[in-house]
């Protein structure tokens, strides 16, 4: 998954926080993995405040990135079908259908990339876990 997203080009941001996190062989592990990846014009969304201090705290860094990913190979056409996913970070997304696919409010804009050990879900903002 990692390699499929750094090869399209759109998600530098993505990879990059990805490997502050340490994230990066867990996402080129075996899987299958569902990421709803943000690219970086959607980071361009989040305020650059927010961000650093992501960076500074990567247990907060950890469960956002996580928050992307479903666990198993989910398509489009099985999204479709949910109104929540169970992430890896331990919380759920919600799935609305209604108006094309989005997830927590984020629009799918390209769907179904499919990578030797999951897939990527292309989105057009960042999500955020609710604080516990």
Same mark, same amino acid.
């Given at each position: ?8 080009g ?35 969304? #989040?305020?650059? $405040?927010?961000? &650093? %201090? ?8 950890? +469960? @956002? ?17 949910l109104?929540?996913?169970a ?19 984020a629009? #799918?804009?390209? $769907?179904d990339? &499919? %990578? ?8 057009d +903002? @960042?999500?955020?876990p609710?604080?516990?």
């Open positions: 998954i990692v390699d499929t997203a750094v090869a399209a759109s998600f530098n941001t993505l990879a990059q926080l990805l490997t502050e996190a340490g994230l990066v062989e867990t996402l080129k592990g075996e899987g299958p993995f569902t990421v709803f990846a943000p690219t970086d014009e959607a980071f361009a969304k #989040v305020p650059k $405040a927010d961000l &650093e %201090a992501l960076l500074q705290d990567k247990a907060k860094l950890t +469960a @956002v990135l996580t928050y992307h990913v479903v666990p198993g190979r989910v398509m489009s056409g099985d999204i479709a079908k109104k929540t996913a992430t890896v970070q331990g919380g759920s997304i919600e799935v609305d259908t209604a108006d094309g696919v989005r997830v927590n409010g629009r #799918v804009v390209r $769907a990339i &499919e %990578a030797s050990n999951g897939v990527i879900h292309v989105i +903002a @960042v999500i955020l609710k604080c516990k």
